[in-house]
Nanobody
């Protein structure tokens, strides 16, 4: 399995921006679809964004569309989540996750159970 480490979280005012990074090791992520999830206290882990192995297929939760952008640099074995126009309700621990690509799969997973590898998470706190 690939090992994942998130970074870039922190405290930001509403309306601000942050960029999260997810650095992979152990295997190249060029054969993995990658996802971003978040979990607020007392809530279920929820889907935020996903990007396919080649970076040309994207999916976003409705709550972040137009504000968040995910991208990847396979040469650096890193995936990114650029978050703009942040709101207090974006406060959560953010996780990146990976699942090996399957040639016949034409869609991106949006549920945590479909992903095999997870990072430890990074806290994002948005103050009002």
């Amino acid at each position: 399995q690939v090992q994942l480490v998130e970074s870039g979280g922190g405290l930001v005012q509403a309306g601000g921006s942050l960029r999260l990074s997810c650095a992979a090791s152990g295997r190249t992520i060029s054969t993995y679809d990658m996802g971003w999830f978040r979990q607020a206290p007392g809530k279920e882990r929820e889907f935020v964004a996903a990007i396919n192995w080649g970076g040309y297929k994207l999916n976003y939760a409705d709550s972040v569309k137009g504000r968040f952008t995910t991208s990847r640099d396979n040469a650096k074995n890193t995936v990114y989540l650029r978050m703009s126009s942040l709101k207090p309700e974006d406060t959560a621990v953010y996780y990146c996750a990976a699942v090996e690509r399957v040639a016949s799969r034409t869609f991106l997973f949006t549920t945590p159970a479909e992903y095999d590898s997870w990072g430890q998470g990074t806290q994002v706190t948005v103050s009002s």
